[in-house]
């Protein structure tokens, strides 16, 4: 391919509120670009990983390059970003919009403006990224683009009137949308010949060519052979092969230079060499200065996990490298429970980090978990100076050691109707949220703001949120800093023995609310032994709360003849079956989905 | 000489009832005059069908169960009888039950049926009590009841059964224990008592699963039970099975035979057969079996499934059962559930204990691998 003319490229992204339509409006884009006919393409092309596509987000950010003929008779070079959907990814997401110079904003005819729409829209502006409304799925009864376009307008404060209303479902209008590509996304500028300086917004590890970046080149040019060196992780490489983004799959150039978009591959063996928002440069003709904006990710949950059959502990371990040499993110180092026998301590981004992780573990490597409750990383300030960031409840030190205890805060806004805005508050109420603010989108929805504790928010905020707002409200939040705070151990006790995996740390002003809680939802998931089992939840060694598990006095089946045989085996096989996913504890049989269902404690 | 033939007890179906009631899930339903002669007809052709089985066979006993055996005119159990009799050779003993609603029988009908070999009744009463009886949605009360009972004695039935239920909803220990005491009065020579079973598909899953508030709990449910043995023991009855109390040996050999896996034959809808270690279940859709697709499907039995019945379903019995090559494969196990007093031994017979029988789903799930 002749050298690019920067003027002919096209660098962008779609952001949108999950389900709008983000995925499918791709999807055309490649197909009308004629990179691929609707026949040869799978559904949603850029969610390659089985997990993306059915639970219809993106998890790692994607790219692709195609070809369009705009009607001015030029073709005209797109490169389109596909950024992760979540706000676990919030990192990744906005180093995936620096790596663009527009975005193409989906919002829904129907559901108009949410919160995660307005979290993308900001991180695009703050990325000084131009903004181009569509208004999709017009196509639905329901919609009603009008509504939708002012409250881009008024709520956004970008211009709307003359977006695209389209149906990416069926096609209707996208056209429309490819033209103004070319005329609203700026093209990208940057000098070819200035020293090399390149954004790394996400890399992946393949078995034979080792990680594969994919950058922006901002400024500069890099080919094969060049030296390049990652500013923050100092790595350094020989670039072996560079090219761009065909539809699932590389192909190879002969260079990458300014306002471009593509890969290198340099025989580079880990992703943590290769850090999201790092710059790459060259070593022999280094840039002066590292793009803005780089962080090291950190892991924001915490949580156990188990093989449920002890002998694939090995077997996890293996699992857990493969998965971290494409996952920088993902952290973990081995732990014991007397409980569950020999895991992992795992940090991640997120609850969908862990889940998917946690998913992936279990599909791609068939392994069996038990996972004990998330928990966030606290600090403790101890009487002699020390600070630890705690991420097992169990290592917490003496209480007589500890001077004081912090808890990471997030800034969350939430977006909801009208009708719900009491419950939503006294949620976050219960949830010893600090309300900030609320301000009204339009008469029937506001936008209410709050700073809530980390640990309040991982289990089930988001369910609690859904169930209380009939599935209307949205949730966006961002991490806001460590604030000191009256923290303890709640600890369970099962039969009299306690039992570490069910440990974890819980705000003074809650602790009996959870313990009580915690034992009733125990007590429901414990099955009967032949002997009563007291459950008990202590802080401090004082007992807040207890349960008692009946002891079994009759399970009998009245009948059995002729006929009933076969039924009646299945039923003592189902019995027997229940056994075998249980742990043993002193002389207590728990199931394993005990450990984590009882994180589930909201009953409203 | 001649070789010794095979037990083998046949069991037959009929699906048929006045009135659905609200606990069954029998597979049994009100159908036309006309359904039922044509089902007749269709079991007639195919016991026919078996007859190869005669020859390695000799039958130790018969029953009627359903469904409500006794909707059907006298002549059609007849006709069934007929056609076994020609085909298989019969115990001179043979042990001949047929299950009755006492809201379906007069003289002539009980009269009839004894004529044509039956010789053993077992009458569905399940309380004494009208008011259960309605819940139940039973089709007689407890006088229509005595009617047909007293009926059967003077058509010359000196077998009968009478099938009882406890924990039912609003039952009482008292009011159960009324039904015992006035059932007791009457002297039958087998009574079964069951606990009420909440099934899936039924009324009374719709209306007491998830509800056990509405039922007795299961504590007074223990009660009932304990209350059943005492009081037929006192009355002459011994427990034989977790469930059924029999007089001096009138227990019922046909269910025995299927605690001891004794071979069976089932004809009818929904049948189960155990043949040579062969378990068949036939059709069990009744416009297919009408149209001659009697056979369903069927399963050879591993040796570890035959291991795991032996114990499962022989420990059902009181008097339990020799492990004898089994013993040393649940050594460790027979150990355990003696220790926790679940299980003891006599006469090198294991047998489940009070606490055993209490919890037996517990102890019987532990023989399956």
Aim: glycine content about 6%; proline content about 4%; aromatic content about 8%.
């Amino acid at each position: 391919m002749a050298k690019a003319d920067q003027k002919k490229i096209r660098n962008f992204c779609i952001v949108a509120h999950i389900d709008h339509g983000k995925s499918t409006l791709a999807d055309r884009i490649i197909e009308k670009t004629g990179l691929l006919t609707s026949r040869e393409m799978q559904s949603q092309v850029l969610d390659n990983m089985d997990l993306e596509r059915e639970r219809g987000i993106t998890i790692k950010a994607q790219a692709v390059r195609t070809v369009y003929k705009a009607k001015d008779g030029e073709e005209y070079i797109f490169n389109l970003i596909d950024t992760p959907g979540h706000v676990d990814f919030n990192y990744e997401v906005s180093r995936s919009l620096a790596a663009c110079d527009g975005a193409i904003l989906v919002v829904d005819a129907a559901q108009g403006i949410e919160a995660q729409t307005l979290a993308n829209v900001y991180l695009a502006l703050d990325n000084d990224l131009d903004v181009m409304p569509v208004i999709n799925k017009i196509d639905l009864p329901s919609a009603d683009p009008e509504r939708v376009i002012d409250e881009i307008e008024d709520v956004i404060g970008i211009e709307a009137q003359d977006a695209p209303l389209i149906s990416a479902k069926t096609g209707q209008n996208v056209d429309e949308v490819l033209e103004q590509i070319v005329k609203k996304i700026p093209a990208p500028s940057g000098d070819p010949d200035a020293p090399l300086q390149a954004l790394i917004f996400d890399s992946v590890y393949d078995s034979y060519k080792g990680v594969i970046i994919f950058c922006r080149i901002k400024e500069g040019t890099v080919k094969k052979g060049t030296q390049i060196r990652m500013m923050a992780t100092k790595a350094e490489a020989e670039v072996v092969e560079i090219g761009y983004f065909g539809a699932g799959q590389f192909i190879p150039c002969e260079e990458l230079s300014a306002g471009m978009v593509g890969y290198i591959t340099g025989s580079i063996k880990n992703v943590k060499d290769t850090r999201v928002g790092d710059t790459v440069t060259d070593c022999l003709n280094p840039c002066k200065e590292p793009l803005p904006g780089y962080k090291k990710v950190q892991s924001m949950v915490y949580c156990g996990l188990y093989p449920a059959d002890g002998a694939k502990y090995p077997d996890l371990r293996d699992a857990l490298e493969k998965l971290q040499l494409n996952d920088a993110a993902l952290q973990f180092e081995p732990e014991t429970s007397v409980a569950l026998g020999f895991g992992f301590r795992c940090g991640f981004l997120g609850l969908l980090h862990l889940e998917i992780i946690q998913e992936r573990l279990e599909r791609e490597y068939n392994l069996d978990l038990v996972t004990t409750a998330p928990g966030v990383i606290y600090r403790v300030h101890k009487t002699n100076g020390d600070m630890i960031e705690l991420t097992n409840p169990s290592n917490l030190p003496d209480p007589s050691e500890i001077e004081y205890m912090e808890e990471p805060m997030v800034s969350a806004e939430i977006m909801v109707t009208s009708e719900f805005i009491g419950s939503i508050m006294d949620l976050c109420q219960e949830r010893r949220g600090v309300y900030l603010g609320m301000e009204y989108m339009e008469e029937s929805r506001a936008l209410l703001k709050y700073d809530l504790p980390l640990n309040e928010i991982i289990y089930d905020f988001f369910d609690a949120l859904k169930s209380r707002s009939r599935g209307y409200a949205s949730f966006d939040y961002e991490f806001k800093g460590y604030v000191q705070s009256e923290l303890a151990k709640l600890d369970i006790l099962i039969n009299k023995e306690e039992v570490d995996a069910l440990s974890f740390i819980v705000h003074k002003a809650s602790a009996y609310d959870r313990g009580r809680k915690m034992c009733e939802k125990l007590k429901d998931e414990i099955p009967r032994h032949l002997f009563e089992i007291p459950i008990q939840a202590a802080v401090g060694g004082k007992i807040i709360a207890r349960e008692t598990v009946k002891a079994m006095r009759k399970d009998v089946l009245a009948k059995c003849y002729g006929g009933d045989i076969t039924r009646k085996r299945k039923l003592l096989e189902k019995q027997k079956e229940g056994k075998k996913r249980m742990r043993q504890v002193g002389n207590v049989e728990i199931p394993q989905k005990a450990f984590m269902s009882v994180l589930k404690l909201d009953d409203k | 000489m001649r070789t010794e033939k095979q037990t083998l007890e046949l069991y037959i179906h009929i699906p048929f009832c006045v009135r659905k009631c609200a606990y069954c899930d029998f597979l049994s339903a009100p159908a036309s005059r006309k359904t039922q002669e044509a089902y007749v007809e269709c079991l007639l052709k195919e016991i026919r069908r078996s007859a190869e089985l005669s020859g390695t066979y000799e039958v130790s006993t018969v029953f009627f169960g359903g469904g409500t055996p006794s909707i059907l005119p006298e002549k059609q159990i007849g006709r069934i009888l007929e056609q076994l009799r020609a085909q298989f050779s019969f115990r001179e003993s043979a042990e001949i039950t047929l299950e009755a609603n006492p809201g379906t029988v007069d003289k002539d009908k009980l009269r009839a049926y004894r004529d044509a070999g039956v010789n053993r009744l077992s009458f569905g009463l399940q309380s004494a009590e009208d008011a259960e009886l309605r819940l139940l949605s039973r089709i007689h009360t407890w006088r229509q009841f005595l009617v047909s009972y007293t009926l059967a004695r003077e058509a010359g039935f000196h077998n009968i059964n009478i099938d009882l239920m406890s924990a039912l909803p609003g039952q009482t220990e008292e009011s159960y224990q009324k039904t015992l005491e006035r059932v007791l009065h009457l002297e039958p020579e087998h009574i079964s008592a069951y606990s009420l079973i909440i099934e899936e598909g039924t009324p009374f899953y719709e209306r007491y699963e998830g509800h056990p508030e509405l039922l007795p709990s299961e504590e007074e449910e223990r009660r009932m039970y304990v209350l059943t043995k005492e009081i037929l023991e006192s009355g002459g009855y011994r427990r034989y099975e977790i469930s059924n109390y029999a007089k001096k040996d009138r227990e019922c050999r046909h269910n025995l035979g299927y605690w001891e896996r004794t071979d069976y034959k089932g004809y009818g809808l929904g049948a189960a057969s155990l043949l040579h270690n062969i378990r068949f279940t036939n059709q069990t859709d009744l416009s297919e079996y009408l149209h001659g697709n009697f056979a369903g499907s069927e399963e050879k039995l591993t040796d570890q499934a035959v291991r795991e019945e032996y114990f499962f379903l022989g420990l059902r019995k009181t008097e339990g059962i020799d492990p004898g090559i089994y013993r040393e494969y649940y050594r460790e196990l027979l150990k355990k559930l003696k220790i926790q007093k679940l299980l003891d031994e006599k006469d090198g017979k294991i047998y489940l204990t009070e606490k055993g029988i209490d919890l037996s789903n517990y102890v019987l799930a532990q023989f399956l691998d």
